[in-house]
Nanobody, 127 residues
């Protein structure tokens, strides 16, 4: 059982930056894909970003391209989501997720492809 613990959420102003962290209980190298999703009140959980093992590819939702980056430090078993130029629409609970399956690119945004999830960290963006 892999445990994922997110941290770094908080209250920021529009235009600010924030870095989320996801600490995994086991070697992140064994997790083929690490991803970030978010869920705003009344909305479905949506894909934000994903990174494949060994930094072999990063993928982003169109809504965050150019503003967010994802990285992983296998030595620390941690994945990061750097969020810049935050907008009100970015406010949500952010979840870290992982899978050991070799998910094809077209399916990275599907929640069903991930088998472990963290509890989430709240990001609030004020005016």
């Amino acid at each position: 059982q892999v445990q994922l613990v997110e941290s770094g959420g908080g209250l920021v102003q529009a235009g600010d930056s924030l870095r989320l962290s996801c600490a995994a209980s086991e070697d992140t190298y064994s997790r083929y894909v690490m991803g970030w999703f978010r869920q705003a009140p009344g909305k479905e959980r949506e894909f934000v970003a994903a990174i494949r093992r060994g930094g072999g590819g990063t993928y982003f939702a169109d809504s965050v391209k150019g503003r967010f980056t994802i990285s992983r430090d296998n030595g620390k078993n941690t994945v990061y989501l750097q969020m810049n130029s935050l907008k009100h629409d970015d406010a949500a609970v952010y979840y870290c997720a992982s899978t050991s399956r070799a998910v094809v690119v077209d399916y990275l945004m599907l929640t069903d492809e991930y088998d472990y999830w963290g509890q989430g960290t709240q990001v609030t963006v004020s005016s």
